[in-house]
């Protein structure tokens, strides 16, 4: 069954730097999503991207993210300049249509230290 | 704007007793999604049901059922004769109906024990 798949399963990184996050969708989909995870607090959306552009974007998903689909599969959500309150985990999912559940990728762990 | 509320922080039960989630939602919107997603310990989002709120039958799948009632604003999960694999936290979570690239808002989870 197709899935999507997120890379690396654990980034650790120093306050400051720039990460960027992977995530391959479902090879048909034309929507994609990025969450964010606190630990142990709620699923926040941060932006989902359509047609190569932003669709809708949350206040969390200020000037310091980005996101991008630089090639025919992978989509990446880039963190300009890491702060601690960054640590969390980052979700990807994509969907065929808007409509359409989102089903999830098993998640990126991000450390900022 | 809409909002999803999971009053339970925490439940925990022993193995083979009927646990229900709560959960309340608002939303200004008429034409809505509703959803269930379990992570497990493992830590990945798992997706259980969708429902749109023109449909307000209840659902049952194997030892999850889910009863949804517009009046109240209310979707709940019951997982009849627990099991220790359904420890895990349990999201709530809503969309609108609008077609577009919507996220999903999200309740603050029921994390719930089984115990042995």
């Known amino acids: 069954e197709p899935e999507v798949t997120q890379t690396p399963s654990h980034q650790v990184t120093q306050m400051g730097q720039e990460v960027i996050l992977r995530c391959v969708p479902i090879?048909?989909?034309?929507?994609f999503y990025w969450y964010r995870q606190i630990l142990g607090q709620k699923v926040e959306f941060l932006v989902s991207?359509?047609?190569?552009?932003?669709?809708?974007k949350s206040e969390i998903f200020d000037d310091q993210f980005s996101v991008e689909r630089p090639d025919g599969s992978n989509f990446t959500l880039k963190i300009r300049s890491t702060k601690l309150e960054d640590s969390a985990m980052y979700f990807c999912a994509s969907t065929l249509t808007g409509r359409d559940i989102q089903y999830f990728g098993a998640g990126t762990r991000l450390s900022v230290l | 704007a809409q909002k999803v509320t999971q009053a339970q922080t925490e439940i925990s039960v022993v193995e083979k007793e009927d646990v229900t989630l709560d959960c309340v939602y608002e939303t200004r919107d008429t034409t809505y999604y509703l959803f269930w997603y379990k992570q497990p310990p493992s830590g990945e989002l798992v997706f259980l049901i969708r429902?749109?709120?023109?449909d307000e039958q209840n659902e049952i799948s194997g030892r999850y059922s889910w009863n949804f009632q517009k009046s109240t604003s209310s979707f709940n999960f019951t997982i009849t004769a627990s099991q220790v694999v359904d420890s895990a936290v349990y999201f709530c979570a809503l969309s609108d109906w609008g077609g577009g690239a919507d996220g999903l808002t999200f309740g603050k989870g029921t994390h719930l024990i089984i115990q042995p």
């Open positions: 429902r749109n709120s023109f």
């Open positions: 090879s048909n989909h034309l929507y």
């Open positions: 991207f359509y047609n190569n552009e932003i669709s809708e």
